[in-house]
């Protein structure tokens, strides 16, 4: 029932504000990527499943067109963790273990 927010980093992505794109969105997970394309070929991706996504930002991406997807900022909650929230993390190769915190992650 926490607020989900996505994982900061220092450098923005556009306007110093975004900090990262949205690549897919429904009701119970949502793809995002740190970099303004949007594919998975540039940055990291961040998955997560089971999470009750914030309804305007599901809207947001059904009305999006092409390439024009919605940016995430640090401050504003992407949902709400259910009690069995899964997170997968994936660079340009392959998926990443988000427990090896000496290898990546703040």
Do not use: C, M
């Not at 009305?63 to 997968?88: C, M, R, Y």
Request: glycine content about 10%; hydrophobic content about 35%.
């Amino acid at each position: 029932g926490e607020p989900v927010f996505i994982p900061s980093k220092p450098q923005d992505i556009f306007g110093g504000k975004y900090y990262a794109t949205v690549l897919y969105a429904s009701e119970d997970s949502l793809t995002f990527v740190y970099a303004r394309a949007g594919t998975v070929v540039k940055g990291y991706t961040v998955h997560y499943l089971g999470l009750h996504t914030d309804p305007n930002l599901v809207a947001l991406y059904q009305e999006s067109k092409g390439n024009e997807l919605p940016g995430l900022t640090l401050d504003t909650p992407v949902g709400i963790a259910t009690d069995e929230l899964i997170v997968a993390i994936r660079d340009n190769g392959t998926f990443l273990d988000a427990r090896s915190r000496k290898d990546w992650w703040e």
